[in-house]
């Protein structure tokens, strides 16, 4: 294990213990006063609680949902304009760090959250000069968020996850330290690093030409494959915990080239249900790859031998074997009569248009079917 500085795709300090930097980081972007966004669980934890008697001028919210909504980023908003903070560090899983992306955007524009929506230029009506500038530290290895350029809210109005939008919300500095992951519950790490498998199988699969998207999402593969069992089953292995949050750190680059099903059956199950995302992807991961085999089957093979199994899709099975995952959408509890509303969802989702074969509401209610029913 190594302390390094990457600077691609943003600034990160990646290593075990550089937590201690986090004054340093924000200082570098000029912040005096940050807001210290994250959510309720995390803040009630010595990492947080340590931090802010060690940094008295940090802010706290973390008033964020594990499926964070828009009423999350006004109150944030709020908080950090009545605060009169300078900056925002983004701190925990995905939903508190698009959380704290959004309201650093959120800040200075005087429109509505869901005008910056990522559908066609709507990304230009964004008040540059108004964004507040980011660090993020993530303290999952999941999501990626950490280098993404956008946020996932749910619109409670209409119960659907949309996607919000700028290139510039990329936060300028990440500080990825492996020991905040140390005392993640086994449960959780396996449903956070199902959703780094997720982000980097969907990236490969998708079939928009992105060579460096593709190696890095083989490798980021590869990283899953090796560490997460050891994550998994003890906790406090550093080099499995480096390699997962590496892995997860890539699959947010590589599916800059797209993702796919997966995340369209999810998302509407999570915005309607409030079902952890991670575990969601987990259990329709192989139904979708059932589903998607007759077009991937080069890359399948590919796959396979770069991570030396047999079977991309039995791996896959076993792994969710022994992370002790659902099965089916039964076991997570979604009714039967709900498939056709989620169906009509998925294929609408943001995510929808870079599946290897084309959505319909059939295909998608073919698939949510196969997942409750457990039928490959």
């Not at 964004?131 to 303290?139: D, S």
């Not at 593969?221 to 390699?243: H, I, N, P, T």
Request: some cysteine; proline content about 6%; glycine content about 10%.
């Amino acid at each position: 294990m190594q302390s390094v500085n990457w600077n691609y795709p943003t600034s990160i300090r990646f290593g075990c213990g550089r937590l201690s930097e986090l004054d340093d980081c924000c200082h570098s972007l000029g912040m005096q006063k940050p807001l210290l966004v994250t959510d309720a669980g995390l803040a009630a934890l010595p990492l947080v609680s340590d931090l802010l008697k060690r940094h008295s001028h940090f802010g706290l919210f973390s008033e964020v949902r594990p499926n964070p909504v828009g009423a999350n980023v006004s109150a944030g908003v709020e908080a950090y304009r009545a605060g009169g903070h300078d900056g925002v560090i983004a701190m925990g899983g995905g939903s508190a760090l698009d959380v704290g992306k959004a309201v650093a955007l959120m800040v200075g524009q005087d429109r509505p959250l869901w005008d910056f929506e990522d559908v066609g230029d709507n990304y230009k009506r964004v008040n540059e000069a108004g964004m507040a500038p980011v660090v993020a530290v993530p303290t999952t290895s999941g999501t990626g968020s950490e280098v993404g350029r956008c946020s996932v809210i749910t619109d409670e109005s209409t119960q659907t996850k949309r996607i919000i939008f700028h290139a510039k919300m990329l936060p300028a500095l990440v500080l990825a330290d492996p020991d905040t992951t140390l005392g993640l519950p086994p449960k959780i790490t396996a449903a956070v690093g199902m959703d780094a498998l997720s982000h980097n199988l969907e990236a490969w699969f998708s079939p928009f030409h992105h060579p460096m998207a593709d190696g890095i999402a083989l490798e980021g593969c590869r990283l899953v494959a090796k560490s997460l069992v050891k994550a998994f089953e003890d906790g406090s292995d550093r080099q499995a915990r480096s390699d997962m949050m590496a892995a997860s750190t890539m699959g947010a680059v590589a599916f800059q080239k797209g993702l796919g099903a997966m995340h369209s059956l999810a998302h509407p199950i999570g915005a309607l249900f409030d079902t952890h995302h991670g575990l969601t992807n987990a259990v329709v991961m192989p139904y979708v790859l059932a589903f998607n085999s007759p077009a991937i089957h080069d890359r399948l093979d590919r796959l396979a031998r770069y991570l030396g199994v047999p079977s991309v899709l039995e791996w896959i099975l076993d792994l969710r074997q022994a992370l002790g995952i659902p099965q089916t959408l039964q076991e997570l509890g979604i009714p039967s009569d709900r498939m056709q509303e989620l169906a009509e969802k998925a294929v609408v989702d943001p995510t929808a248009g870079t599946n290897p074969i084309p959505l319909t509401v059939e295909n998608c209610r073919l698939m949510l079917e196969n997942a409750y029913t457990g039928r490959l």
